[in-house]
């Protein structure tokens, strides 16, 4: 257990829900409205899972902060998850956004939006045919799909504690056995995940050298670095013995840069000079509306194409109506060409590495043994004393009840971290001072447990 104090912990946590009561009359009005018709009163109910009695209700957001129906204004290091990482209301975004909107949003046909989006990708990723999709979920779905058509194989193999959306493929674990089971919290798995997923820890070349041996593998869907279960950085030569195995094995290898794209324009692929047939990108790329997209090789991309019948291209499991949407179109290439420039990114992971050396000073001070990592524009802590090497590693150090009191503990002082794992990430538009407040508010909490 990260923190044994848990008497201590408990008081604090009371003493945060209480502040929290009396600083937030009007989100308990709106939420005491809302739960006739929304269970727990939000609109999904992984909300829920915010700490405090009810959520925050947010009036408006710019740049990097927002405003509450309360009106406190909030450092955003969450922004929504990455969803908002080009930061809220992007004047280039908005308005482009704001003018396709004035000349309709979806037609089942292209707009020039779409070769020049489509090309500005290819130049960040190197794979030159891309297609688009709503969400980072929907490319995945799409890539797993066109992996089992291209090479006759049912599986995919996934990282253990990966994360790549709801595709029902990737809620797959190991047990203490090596099993691959379900992993814990999945809602209504459709089939038991072993039917469908191989799964292989993180870094271990040996393991995934026996799972793409029984070639029944078509795909290896993978996050260059794992970012939703505590940041797990490859380790060196790592990605190249993934790129030989696939190679060696016939394996479509698929990388969703996702939540990766902080390490730079072109994500880990770019900076580390990766070698995928095929990537993911979402949520950042469209300024803040639905948008994800998925490239590929032109070899894949050809083999893909052969193999479908222009009679039955539009009912094979692949896209939606809603797919390549002009709106979202025009979101993509506004924020890719005026927003998350390459001009950007220097300043982005200058804010990550100030916020990383304060929360690294106040562990230093008081002694404290946990650990952050950086990457990017985006940096995280973890309860234990050095860097996970693996998903199973930075699980087996989680503490829920003190994740969420340093999270009521930030809410409560106006800054809001990535909920359910302590990372921030950082917009263009965030400032040394919005680090500031969070480094303060920070040594304030560990003072809290420790001193």
């Keep these: 257990m990260p923190y044994e104090d848990r008497a201590r912990l408990a008081g604090l946590w009371q003493a945060e829900i209480d502040l929290f009561r009396a600083q937030r009359p009007r989100s308990a009005q709106l939420f005491a409205e809302a739960t006739p018709h929304l269970p727990d009163g939000v609109p999904m109910l992984w909300m829920a899972k915010w700490p405090g009695p009810w959520p925050v209700y947010v009036q408006s957001a710019s740049g990097s902060h927002f405003l509450d129906v309360d009106g406190i204004d909030h450092v955003d290091l969450c922004l929504g998850d990455t969803g908002a990482m080009c930061g809220h209301a992007p004047p280039p975004a908005v308005a482009a956004i704001s003018a396709q909107l004035a000349k309709g949003s979806t037609f089942m046909l292209p707009t020039a939006d779409?070769?020049?989006?489509?090309?500005?990708?290819?130049?960040?990723?190197?794979?030159?045919?891309?297609?688009?999709?709503?969400?980072?979920t929907d490319a995945n779905r799409s890539l797993i799909r066109y992996a089992r058509q291209v090479t006759g194989r049912p599986k995919i193999v996934v990282h253990d504690y990966c994360y790549h959306g709801t595709v029902d493929e990737a809620y797959a674990t190991l047990d203490d056995s090596g099993a691959v089971v379900e992993r814990r919290g999945t809602i209504g798995a459709p089939v038991p995940p072993s039917l469908t997923t191989a799964v292989v820890p993180f870094n271990d070349i040996e393991a995934l050298e026996v799972v793409l041996a029984t070639g029944e593998i078509a795909a290896m869907l993978m996050e260059p670095a794992l970012t939703n279960i505590g940041i797990v950085l490859p380790d060196p030569g790592y990605h190249a013995a993934v790129r030989e195995l696939c190679t060696r094995f016939g394996v479509i290898l698929i990388i969703d840069e996702t939540h990766t794209l902080s390490a730079g324009p072109g994500g880990m692929i770019a900076r580390d000079g990766l070698d995928p047939d095929a990537v993911v990108v979402g949520k950042s790329i469209g300024g803040g509306i639905p948008a994800g997209a998925y490239g590929m090789t032109a070899s894949f991309s050809a083999l893909v194409r052969e193999s479908l019948e222009l009679e039955d291209i539009d009912v094979g499991g692949v896209g939606g109506t809603l797919a390549g949407n002009a709106l979202s179109l025009a979101g993509i290439r506004a924020t890719l060409s005026q927003v998350l420039t390459a001009d950007a990114f220097p300043t982005m992971i200058d804010r990550a590495t100030e916020w990383t050396v304060g929360v690294q000073s106040a562990l230093d001070e008081f002694h404290v043994p946990w650990q952050v990592t950086q990457l990017g524009a985006r940096a995280e802590y973890s309860f234990r004393q050095t860097a996970p090497h693996d998903g199973a590693e930075a699980a087996h150090a989680d503490d829920f009840e003190l994740q969420q009191y340093l999270h009521l503990h930030a809410l409560n002082r106006g800054i809001l971290i990535t909920p359910f794992h302590n990372m921030a990430l950082m917009a263009p538009s965030t400032t040394a001072a919005d680090v500031e407040r969070h480094t303060v508010a920070f040594r304030e909490a560990v003072v809290s447990l420790f001193a």
Excluded: I
């Design 114 to 136: 779409a070769a020049a989006a489509a090309a500005l990708l290819a130049e960040r990723f190197g794979v030159p045919a891309w297609q688009f999709s709503l969400s980072a």
